[in-house]
């Protein structure tokens, strides 16, 4: 019988682990597919408070397991594929067992939306990428494009400008979402350049990605933008599969949590991006964490009739 289960590795999960193990209740992280969850195809992070020069994704994933570790939290290279919520002990099914526990904390976060077109599919890892960090050096000296206009996609466009020759930034409107910042760096960027109102109806490609068919939203007008990769960051959607029907979710797939990360299932708390279609952001990934390991310790507490310090 586990005291908790933790459901993912992102910040939200290791933070969540750090707290809980801090409090004694030796909690079993699930890492999960992606290990570390999407800060770790983050080039760099500038906002993270500490880190005044900015930082890794992908080593600041490292400090925090480094951290939940050293209170004693376990590390386990794997997935939940089910979960029964409808009795308690809960079960979380994985893909080398299962595990009664306590209480769970669910902290499996959002995946890249694709755009759905022909040739998507059939380019991916053969032109078409999703993350700079993991696949930028596959396309020195080379033509890329990157879809959107977030600040994922003018973060990894700037990345992707240590190895292209050339990035070219499609959005479908005629201003982007970015922060101001990152807007004025890769304006000022002499290999980036923008086209706007405009999508991509098809790759295509023979063996790997060679051409984009764009439409302009304006005008209508379709045209051929020759390519040899394209890099896509349109948004993200929730890994809340395995939780419907066992948790309350909202009508774009999103757990609904309380102020204080409870769900509808006593004993079953929600953090970071599974929970958050807003903000995005790792600090409050982080935060909700916190919030969801401090609400199960008072959680058990209370099922063995202690005390909890504060209540």
Not at 36 to 61: A, K, M, R, S
Not at 131 to 150: M, N
Not at 193 to 218: C, H, M, P, S, Y
């Amino acid at each position: 019988m586990e005291n908790v289960v933790i459901i993912g590795s992102g910040p939200a999960g290791l933070t969540a682990a750090i707290y809980a193990a801090r409090a004694a209740l030796n909690p079993v992280v699930l890492t999960g597919d992606l290990r570390g969850g999407q800060v770790t195809l983050t080039n760099n992070i500038e906002n993270y408070p500490g880190f005044p020069d900015g930082v890794g994704g992908f080593e600041l994933f490292e400090r925090f397991q480094k951290q939940a570790e050293r209170f004693g939290a376990r590390i386990k290279l794997d997935a939940a594929t089910a979960v029964d919520f409808s009795k308690h002990p809960f079960t979380v099914t994985t893909r080398e067992g299962s595990l009664e526990t306590k209480a769970v904390i669910v902290a499996t976060g959002s995946s890249h939306r694709k755009l759905g077109v022909p040739g998507e599919t059939e380019f991916t890892a053969r032109g078409v990428s999703y993350c700079a960090t993991c696949d930028g050096f596959f396309f020195k000296d080379k033509s890329i494009a990157v879809i959107g206009g977030g600040n994922s996609a003018l973060d990894e466009g700037l990345f992707l400008t240590r190895f292209a020759s050339k990035v070219t930034i499609i959005h479908r409107r005629d201003r982007l979402r970015a922060d101001p910042i990152l807007q004025k760096r890769a304006s000022k960027n002499e290999k980036i350049n923008f086209l706007w109102d405009t999508v991509v109806t098809e790759i295509q490609g023979q063996t790997a990605v060679n051409n984009l068919r764009l439409k302009n939203v304006k005008t209508g007008k379709d045209s051929d933008f020759p390519v040899e990769g394209v890099f896509i960051f349109v948004g993200l959607f929730p890994n809340t599969e395995i939780f419907k029907g066992q948790l309350q979710l909202d009508d774009k797939g999103y757990i609904v949590a309380d102020a204080r990360a409870r769900t509808n299932v006593a004993g079953v708390f929600a953090a970071g991006e599974v929970r958050d279609p807003l903000y995005r952001q790792t600090i409050i990934a982080a935060g909700t964490g916190a919030m969801a390991a401090i609400e199960a310790e008072k959680f058990i507490a209370e099922l063995e009739g202690r005390a909890y310090p504060g209540k």
